[in-house]
């Protein structure tokens, strides 16, 4: 079950990535100009869309299979709630920025070895069947998406809390509520689940407003998931 939680989630990504692409840099012809003009050669522009849905990718899949559990996960976070606590930065910017800068290394390692291995895939148009334009989703720039995947991987660590944070916020809010849990839930948030019912002191009380705004993304990524997979298999 938790593979299954981890590539669908992976696939998730792929499509959002891809749809907030279009939406941003398609849709409006002044912009559409700008990008093309600016953003040169061709598969610069390509290479950025594909290695992004390898990013997000490859941080859901992470996400959904994380573990508070586990002995090295116990300190997670500690370095940026010491820096928050001494120097006000938020927590969650110090894990972005150093998991950007971690991954951007490791994109330019493995852009050079794809080089020195003369990786190039080249795209195009997939047409017949709806299973034909759906296989694009593993077929199409593999090597790019792949690329984002491993930068992705390289940079986890200091996502880590992010992961702990979005985990402890929907089991805790769960629990609070006296919801059971569902079929589709992972082994990892069930375990979560169970132990903040046990210790529901460590539930932590959120703002209604956060609740809004969770409750909002969670329903944008389902729908740009959605057009993600209309633009990859009709519009790419």
């Known amino acids: 079950m938790l593979t299954i939680d981890a590539v669908v989630l992976a696939h998730v990504g792929v499509l959002i990535v891809a749809a907030l692409y279009y939406l941003i840099t398609q849709t409006n ?126 940079a986890r660590r200091p996502l880590y809390v992010l992961f702990d944070q979005a985990q402890a916020y929907f089991a805790g809010r769960r629990a609070s509520a006296g919801k059971g849990l569902s079929f589709y839930h992972p082994p990892v948030f069930k375990a979560r689940y169970n132990y903040l019912i046990e210790n529901h002191h460590e539930v932590l009380h959120y703002s209604r407003l956060l609740t809004y705004v969770m409750g909002v993304l969670v329903v944008a990524g389902v729908g740009l998931a959605g057009f993600g997979y209309y633009v990859l298999t009709y519009k790419a």
């Open 29 to 154: 012809p002044t912009v559409k100009h700008w990008w093309d003009t600016t953003v040169t050669p061709a598969s610069l522009r390509h290479d950025i869309r594909d290695v992004g849905e390898g990013v997000l990718a490859s941080c859901l899949a992470q996400a959904i299979v994380w573990n508070p559990f586990k002995r090295s996960h116990q300190k997670t976070g500690r370095v940026f709630r010491e820096m928050h606590e001494r120097f006000r930065v938020p927590v969650g910017l110090a894990a972005v920025v150093s998991a950007l800068m971690i991954g951007a290394v490791a994109f330019l390692i493995g852009e050079w070895v794809l080089g020195l291995l003369s990786v190039h895939l080249t795209s195009h148009r997939v047409m017949g069947s709806l299973w034909n334009r759906t296989t694009t989703l593993w077929t199409s720039n593999w090597d790019k998406k792949a690329l984002g995947f491993i930068a992705a991987l390289a």
